[in-house]
């Protein structure tokens, strides 16, 4: 197996890291508003999950 000759800077590492952080995050469509929240995730706007009320939103 390879071995490094010399050792990756704390900088250079988290360059490397840091490049992913870039893309905005993916948005699913609720059916009952429209609304646009994280998948896999409670809908913030009606406190909606997986068609279950799970939160009580004070509209």
């Not at 900088?11 to 059916?31: E, H, M, V, W």
């Not at 609304?35 to 009580?56: E, I, S």
């Amino acid at each position: 197996m390879a071995t490094p000759k010399r050792k990756h800077s704390k900088q250079r590492s988290r360059k490397r890291r840091g490049a992913n952080r870039f893309q905005a995050p993916q948005l699913s469509k609720d059916s009952t508003d429209g609304t646009l929240f994280r998948p896999h995730r409670v809908n913030p706007a009606n406190g909606m999950y997986r068609g279950r009320q799970v939160l009580d939103i004070e509209v």
